[in-house]
T-cell receptor, first 114, second 115 residues
Framework: DAGVIQSPRHEVTEMGQEVTLRCKPI?????LFWYRQTMMRGLELLIY????????DSGMPEDRFSAKMPNASFSTLKIQPSEPRDSAVYFC????????????FGQGTRLTVV | AQSVTQLGSHVSVSEGALVLLRCNYS??????LFWYVQYPNQGLQLLLK??????LVKGINGFEAEFKKSETSFHLTKPSAHMSDAAEYFC?????????????FGTGTQLKVEL
């Protein structure tokens, strides 16, 4: 398996533009997570899905952020409109549906909003 | 809900010295615990995990961790640090709250290895 695949790896956009980050989880994994990592706030869980259903989105910073998982093999995280403070590395991770298994992380998308 | 606390956001050791990174957990049930490593500009990768089998868990790159229920700890150790160990390390616990399946991470410890 190729692991968790995220695209793009790098994104530079202007303030006010819409940004869409994409994630393909490992086949057969039931859970998918979106994290944001910054120097100031560390690693934050934004939202996670079980079996394509959003379970906990309490970490989504504000209404400008939205996430979808239309099927078991694809998820998006959208920011509209983007702001400079959204600049961060965004990670997607997936996990099988059992508590004793680890989560597998993608390589991340480095977002810069100018 | 389960949680983990990592003491020391930055740890510095000399090459060849013992590495000790601290993690304490809070859980009302037997926890599943994990250590991850993040190298610069990369994602997190699993070092080792505790799943209620042996209390001493061995991982990759010579790291190991011991689960101590009496101390609610799961500290990460390596007998002899190498320059390539410089990275950020995260402790995590499987969070059973709300019927979910998430991992709750600590705030991370940046390990610096000096000559």
């Amino acid at each position: 398996d190729a692991g968790v695949i995220q695209s793009p790896r790098h994104e530079v956009t202007e303030m006010g533009q819409e940004v869409t980050l994409r994630c393909k989880p490992i086949s057969g994994h039931n859970s998918l997570f979106w994290y944001r990592q910054t120097m100031m706030r560390g690693l934050e869980l934004l939202i996670y899905f079980n079996n394509n259903v959003p379970i906990d989105d309490s970490g989504m910073p504000e209404d400008r952020f939205s996430a979808k998982m239309p099927n078991a093999s694809f998820s998006t995280l959208k920011i509209q409109p983007s702001e400079p403070r959204d600049s961060a590395v965004y990670f997607c991770a997936s996990r099988p549906g059992t508590q004793n298994t680890e989560a597998f992380f993608g390589q991340g998308t480095r977002l810069t909003v100018v | 809900a389960q949680s983990v606390t990592q003491l020391g956001s930055h740890v510095s050791v000399s090459e060849g010295a013992l590495v000790l990174l601290r993690c304490n957990y809070s859980s009302s049930v037997p926890p599943y615990l994990f250590w991850y490593v993040q190298y610069p500009n990369q994602g997190l990768q699993l070092l080792l995990k505790y799943t209620s089998a042996a209390t001493l868990v061995k991982g990759i790159n010579g790291f190991e961790a011991e689960f101590k229920k009496s101390e609610t700890s799961f500290h990460l150790t390596k007998p002899s640090a190498h320059m390539s160990d410089a990275a950020e390390y995260f402790c995590a616990v499987s969070d059973l709250g709300g019927g979910g399946n998430k991992l709750t991470f600590g705030t991370g410890t940046q390990l610096k290895v000096e000559l």
